[in-house]
């Protein structure tokens, strides 16, 4: 059965950090990007930051850039993501996306969130 499973949110203060991590079974997760997006309430949600199967490229929000970093251990089917100096506009439920190839067609995997929340 394919899982994505997101932990490691909870509430801190300005300037705090947290580690995310996004575990995953039933899927041939080290031949699959893997990225994070947040949503807040009222807005969409929004990348954060992505990363290649191979882990050689990363992309990140301009928002996020020089505090967060994504990363991916394929040997323990996880991604993690890093976030410093968090700010109260960081607060969303931050969801972990698997996107990857099954047979011809692109697939994607969801998560079902972990929610953070910076205080002021």
């Known amino acids: 059965q394919v899982q994505l499973v997101e932990s490691g949110g909870g509430l801190v203060q300005s300037g705090g950090s947290l580690r995310l991590s996004c575990a995953a079974t039933?899927?041939?997760?080290?031949?699959?990007?893997v990225s994070w997006y947040r949503q807040a309430p009222g807005k969409e949600r929004e990348l954060v930051a992505a990363?290649?199967?191979?882990?050689?490229?990363?992309n990140y929000a301009d928002s996020v850039k020089g505090r967060f970093t994504i990363s991916r251990d394929n040997a323990k089917n996880t991604v993690y993501l890093q976030m410093n100096s968090l700010k109260p506009e960081d607060t969303a439920v931050y969801f972990c996306?698997?996107?990857?190839?099954?047979?011809?067609?692109?697939?994607?995997?969801w998560g079902q969130g972990t929610q953070v929340t910076v205080s002021s």
């Open positions: 996306d698997a996107e990857g190839w099954k047979i011809d067609s692109i697939v994607r995997y």
């Open positions: 990363i290649t199967s191979a882990a050689g490229s990363t």
């Open positions: 039933g899927f041939p997760f080290s031949t699959y990007a």
